[in-house]
């Protein structure tokens, strides 16, 4: 059984930083072999990828919203993913989850549909 848990999430000013954590674990479970995201729900819309890394490859991949902006990351030997967020926006807030599934290679890598495991989800709040 995969666990996923998120970390990181508070309060932030407009323009600031935060880094947000993906710990996993569970029997046999590496982040090396599992195509890793990263999605945010603000509130009264619909959960939205944000970024994704390929297991086989470490491709990294970005929605439009976020791109120069945040980046993600893992940590082989921890086995966390990360998603370090710079020049945060109101537009930002949102929970925001680590999702992970095992040996994905297809190009649907930024529809929630793909993941099959998820975290609870960290809060993220911008103000402005």
């Known amino acids: 059984q995969v666990q996923l848990v998120e970390s990181g999430g ?10 947000l954590s993906c710990a996993a674990s569970g029997r046999s479970f590496s982040i090396t072999t599992n195509t890793m995201g990263w999605f945010r729900q603000a509130p009264g819309k619909e959960r939205e990828f944000v970024a ?18 945040f980046t993600i990351s893992r940590d082989n030997v921890k086995n966390t993913l990360y998603l370090q967020m710079n020049s ?11 999702a992970a599934r ?27």
Not at 52 to 67: C, H, L
């Open 10 to 19: 508070g309060l932030v000013q407009a323009g600031g930083s935060l880094r």
């Open 52 to 69: 994704a890394m390929r297991w086989v490859n470490s491709a990294t991949y970005y929605a439009d919203s976020v791109k120069g902006r």
């Open 88 to 98: 945060l926006k109101a537009e930002d807030t949102a929970v925001y989850y680590c």
């Open 102 to 128: 095992a040996y994905y290679s297809g190009s649907d890598y930024y529809k929630d549909k793909v993941y099959n495991s998820w975290g609870q989800g960290t809060q993220v709040t911008v103000s402005s």
